[in-house]
C-alpha cells in the first residue's frame, strides 16, 4: 500500500527566509514519482516541483528544491527566499510506475510573516 | 491552452438529486481523474481514464458514474446526492503515468 505522510499541519516563516516543509512516503515499489502541489486560498492546485525515484540528483525548480532521501523515505520541498505569495497549503503527492492514481498527504499550512 | 476547465464552480444539491460535473481538457491528454477534497484531508481518487473508452475505478468510487467518450471530456455523475458527497471535486489531467498531473479550478458542491 502507499502512504504519504505530512507531520506539519501549519508552518510559519519570515519573508525572505528559506523554510522546509517535510514529506515521508511509503511503498514498496522501486518505481515511483514524487510531487509538491500548491493550493492558494483561491483553491486551485498548483504543480510545483517532482522527482523520479531513479533520479540521481535533486529536483529544483526556481525557488523550489526537493531533498530526496531514498534511504529515509523522505522528499522535503524546500522553499528559498519565501514571499508572502507563498502563503498557502502545500501537499505531498506521489505516483507509483503503472498508476494512474496520485496518493496525497493532509497538507501543510505555510504563512509567510512579512 | 485553456487547460482543465471544470463547471461548474459552485453547486448546491438536495439529497436524492442527481447531476453532472463537467471536465474537459484541450491538451490532448490520454490520462484523466477525478479526486475529492474533504477538509483535513489530501485529495482522494474517485474514478480515472486512461483514454476514450477506458475508465476504472480509485479508491472512493461509491455513488458516482463516468465515462470517457472523447479524449477531451471526462464527465462525473452523481446519481442520488448524499450528504457524505459534499466535497470540492478537482478533475485532472497528465499526458501518462509518469508526468505531473494538472488540475482544474475545482467544483464546490454541497448537499443538503
Known amino acids: 500500500a502507499q502512504k504519504i505522510t505530512q507531520t506539519q499541519p501549519g508552518m510559519f516563516v519570515q519573508e525572505k527566509e528559506a523554510v522546509t516543509l517535510d514529506c515521508t512516503y511509503d511503498t514498496s515499489d522501486p518505481s515511483y514519482g514524487l510531487f509538491w502541489y500548491k493550493q492558494p486560498s483561491s483553491g486551485e492546485m498548483i504543480f510545483l516541483i517532482y522527482q523520479g525515484s531513479y533520479d540521481q540528483q535533486n529536483a529544483t525548480e526556481g525557488r523550489y528544491s526537493l531533498n530526496f532521501q531514498k534511504a529515509r523515505k523522505s522528499a522535503n520541498l524546500v522553499i528559498s527566499a519565501s514571499q508572502l505569495g507563498d502563503s498557502a497549503m502545500y501537499f505531498c503527492a506521489m505516483r507509483v510506475s503503472g498508476a494512474n492514481n496520485l496518493f496525497f498527504g493532509t497538507g501543510t499550512r505555510l504563512t509567510v510573516i512579512p | 491552452n485553456a487547460g482543465v476547465t471544470q463547471t461548474p464552480k459552485f453547486q448546491v444539491l438536495k439529497t436524492g438529486q442527481s447531476m453532472t460535473l463537467q471536465c474537459a481538457q484541450d491538451m490532448n491528454h490520454e490520462y484523466m481523474s477525478w479526486y475529492r477534497q474533504d477538509p483535513g484531508m489530501g485529495l482522494r481518487l474517485i474514478h480515472y481514464?486512461?483514454?476514450?473508452?477506458?475508465?476504472d475505478q480509485g479508491e472512493v468510487p461509491n455513488g458516482y458514474n463516468v465515462s470517457r467518450s472523447t479524449t477531451e471530456d471526462f464527465p462525473l455523475r452523481l446519481l442520488s446526492a448524499a450528504p457524505s458527497q459534499t466535497s470540492v471535486y478537482f478533475c485532472?489531467?497528465?499526458?501518462?503515468?509518469?508526468?505531473?498531473?494538472?488540475f482544474g479550478p475545482g467544483t464546490r458542491l454541497t448537499v443538503t
Open positions: 481514464s486512461v483514454g476514450a473508452g477506458i475508465t
Open positions: 485532472a489531467s497528465s499526458y501518462s503515468d509518469q508526468y505531473e498531473q494538472y
